[in-house]
DNA sequence: GACAATACGGATATATTTTATCCGTATTAC
DNA sequence: GTAATACGGATAAAATATATCCGTATTGTC
């Protein structure tokens, strides 16, 4: 079990949309340039956060996507529910119903003890997903990445957002 | 992304095995009919505990499985662990690398700030899962279980265990 | 108004993973 | 000796992830 590789993808590029100056757009093409990316395959993991009202979209030269909510009101969880969908990790079949040793017509009361715990654990999961926002990120990457590099890559974005 | 349905398989048959009175074994064949599930398959899974030293083995009429560890002492963890691998559920492959700003011959200090905090998350997934225990789903069986089902379920399988 | 660049959705193709089956071998109970 | 088992390897089928292509509508620029 590993997340869609589009998942880090779409995070990369929030990230970069966080970054950029509040109204500004940057187009499918550049955040592929950017990160290295397939632009065609990428553009669906955008299309992706657009339907969850993550980010907005504008058409035409100098379109693209800008984010539709302040960085700190998207959360971790958001991007990836976003792209890898919002069900959970584990996906209970109900085997126990196979028994056969069950009287006919048996109904369970309740879900299962195995996908309780799994189900838990997917939440632990989530709540810490939840409770990292992109505006987090934005304070650990300006720690993280030199000043230069920073400054450099903060221009070749906005040299290409509308 | 979602676990693979072997993962449940293999937490239901250590949910028998446990329940199983000590040193008995029980069969691949056994635990297939008991979840309604494809023999052959079940079989890898099976493997991968043995493999996981989760589980011991016998050949011939009359083997089977049985737990190597006491039930307290074995998690969900080392369940899924066993049978989907210990790798994270987040793989991060440096796409920041790719971009075109970076110095020839940069070099990152560590690791990605969007990977640390899927790794995070990922561990508190693990630590959840480390902290349940084959015995505290026994207990938990016990609860939700009717006392007849119960009782008719562990007559079947003292039938077939060797 | 013409043109170019874009987002978007649908269709298709390829690669990888999951699910499943089959078979031969060694081991063990009877 | 026979039958039942675990085990590993090979293979196949199905599902999913990855990737590309194309047509449409929209929008900025000339």
Redesign the pocket.
């Known amino acids: 079990?590993?997340l869609?590789?589009?998942?880090e993808w779409a995070l990369h590029c929030c990230a970069i949309l966080a970054g950029l100056p509040s109204g500004r757009?940057?187009?499918?093409?550049?955040?592929a340039e950017l990160h290295g990316?397939?632009?065609?395959?990428l553009?669906?993991a955008?299309?992706g956060?657009?339907?969850a009202k993550l980010?907005?979209?504008?058409?035409?030269?100098?379109?693209?996507?800008r984010l539709a909510l302040r960085p700190a009101d998207i959360s971790f969880l958001d991007v990836v529910e976003a792209v890898?969908g919002k069900e959970r990790t584990f996906a209970c079949n109900n085997i126990r119903a196979n028994n056969p040793c069950r009287p006919e017509g048996f109904c369970d009361t309740g879900p299962c003890a195995i996908a309780r715990v799994m189900w838990d654990a997917d939440e632990a999961w989530r709540a810490r997903l939840r409770a990292v926002s992109l505006a987090d990120l934005l304070g650990t990457l300006e720690k993280d990445i030199p000043p230069a590099l920073l400054r450099s890559t903060s221009e070749w974005v906005l040299k290409?957002a509308?």
């Open positions: 079990m590993i869609k590789s589009q998942v757009y940057l187009s499918t093409k550049a955040l990316l397939p632009k065609e395959y553009s669906k955008l299309q956060l657009s339907q980010v907005e979209s504008t058409l035409g030269p100098s379109g693209g996507y890898e290409r509308g």
